[in-house]
């Protein structure tokens, strides 16, 4: 059983950046692959990051691409997202969530989910 834990959420201008934390417990955390995934109001939750096991691959949504970086760190469980150049439409609760099975866009493919960090950011 894994847990997971995100932080590093809060309220930002257009242009800033914030760096979301993904803390994990309770498992083996260099078996599992790790993505974030965000839910505006209103609208389904969608994949936003994601990275493997050994952080050898990583996949961004193309909204993201080359504004957010995905690492990890296994010696402290912990996954990062570096969100910079921050739009009004990166607002959302974002999670963490891991899989044994490979990097996945897809919800039902991650079994264990933290409860989410609000991210908001203003105009």
């Known amino acids: 059983q894994v847990q997971l834990v995100e932080s590093g959420g809060g309220l930002v201008q257009a242009g800033g950046s914030l760096r979301l934390s993904c803390a994990a417990s309770?498992?083996?955390?260099?078996?599992?692959?790790i993505s974030w995934f965000r839910q505006a109001p209103g609208k389904e939750r969608e994949f936003v990051a994601g990275?493997?096991?050994?952080?050898?691959?990583?996949v961004y949504a193309d909204s993201v691409k080359g504004r957010f970086t995905i690492s990890r760190d296994n010696a402290k469980n912990t996954v990062y997202l570096q969100m910079k150049s921050l739009k009004p439409e990166d607002t959302a609760v974002y999670y963490c969530?891991?899989?044994?099975?490979?990097?996945?866009?897809?919800?039902?493919?991650?079994?264990?989910w933290g409860q989410g960090t609000q991210v908001t950011v203003s105009s």
């Open positions: 309770g498992g083996t955390f260099s078996n599992y692959d």
């Open positions: 990275i493997s096991w050994s952080g050898a691959n990583t």
């Open positions: 969530a891991a899989t044994s099975r490979g990097i996945a866009t897809m919800e039902y493919e991650y079994r264990y």
